[in-house]
């Protein structure tokens, strides 16, 4: 590939070459994860997301978690490219490393993680140079039950329900219609299930092979992975092709 | 005072293992006009006697809103004060603005405690001549700070500094047990009975002090003239049980507040012959 992902820095090998010097900024994602869909229930928040990483229309990888616990008070979820989520969790990492050494009884809660990534979505928008990722951030604390997103170019809002990618458009609206306040942990997992279950049906990149998190007052759990029942014993699967001249 | 070899640089020790230069600029806080603050469970009041240099100019500001949860009372340099201020407020705008979140008060001043310690260390700096008093609210509750020049920094359930600040201190001594339990207008009264302690028989009034509140649902802001002069009226008033309806609040106040001021002033009320204006 002619293009490099190297963060932008000054004494980059690339600057060696002149004035025909390679691009050292994302102009494409390469391994990307699809969607992530969130929604609030009675507790906390639930997330879901298959542990698929495709490299364009290959699934190359099937075992990558896409969703991780920051701190104490959050989830990430993340869809995009996935070595910039890896560098996302290194910078709250870092983040969370500096909040616990204080050692103050203060700690760094969902809503100013999620503005967090948005100064830092929004800043490397700003010199072109973006971190390819849609991300989700759910937590709880003190009582307090938040849930956001925020995308490439560092737009960012709050709801009840989120999703990220092709969730937005097949995910959204079975939430729009079916969620309510005060779902039960069953109901929304119920819920997430449905959406999944879509998805995994009409998104290319989607694999039957899913986590769902949840966060609560208590803590973050992260399911082990698992499948949805699918059924693809419709009739007009059975000599698709029929009536089609030409085709196989 | 205390003049010897030791003292010219702030990097010199003392053979007794003292800097005489941060403590000359503890010095200059303690030469500066006093600064009262107290703090209730809900609420942190800061109170400060203002007194101009002459009839012809204004007073110096003394009391600075850091941010809608934060504020501070400064005794010593003024200007020194009013520098620091700038760095706290351009701290927690900073945070504000990266985590859409309140900086938590303990957390900024640990930042201006170590702040002061650079200048304790560096020969080409001198100590920042200035005490404050840090009131703020956030998630763990109410707190007061006293941030010294020489980079320490003691929490406080209440604190006095600059001069005859011992008076209003001592006064504090006495009431403190109660503070964490008592009703907004109550702090605001101790505060400026414990401000009229430092002024040694002079009367007090609203234009020779300014008192600041910070509370749940209450941003930092400080009282306005009237009615810090209503307040006083309230209280100097011996035996007159009178307190909350007297003062025509322009925050609202709850029903249950005014009825627990009631009680408490007729506590209090047998208390004033008792208090002392004996310095």
Redo the contacts between chains.
Sequence with gaps: MATTMVKENNAGPAQLLGPESASERTLYPYVTGTSVVALKYKDGILMAADMAASYGSTLRYKSVERMKSIGKHSLLGASGEISDFQEILRYLDELILYDNMWDDGNSLGPKEVHSYLTRVMYNRRNKFNPLWNSLVLGGVKNGQKYLGMVSMIGVNFEDNHVATGFGNHLARPILRDEWHENLSFEDGVKLLEKCMRVLLYRDRSAINKLQIAKITEEGVTISQPYALKTFWGFSAFQNPTVGAEGSW | MFRNQYDTDVTTWSPAGRLFQVEYAMEAVKQGSAAIGLRSKTHVVLACVNKANSELSSHQKKIFKVDDHIGVAIAGLTADGRVLSRYMRSECINYS?????PL?V??LV?QLADKAQVCTQRSWKRPYGVGLLVAGL???GAHLYYNCPSGNYFEYQAFAIGSRSQAAKTYLERRFANFADSSRDDLIKDALIAVRETLQGETLKSSICTVAVVGVGEAFHVLDQDTVQQLIDAFEIVGEPEGPAAEPEPEPEPDAAAEEGTTADQGAAPDQGVAPMDI
């Design positions: 603005f990266t985590y859409e979140s938590p303990g957390r640990v956030d998630e763990s």
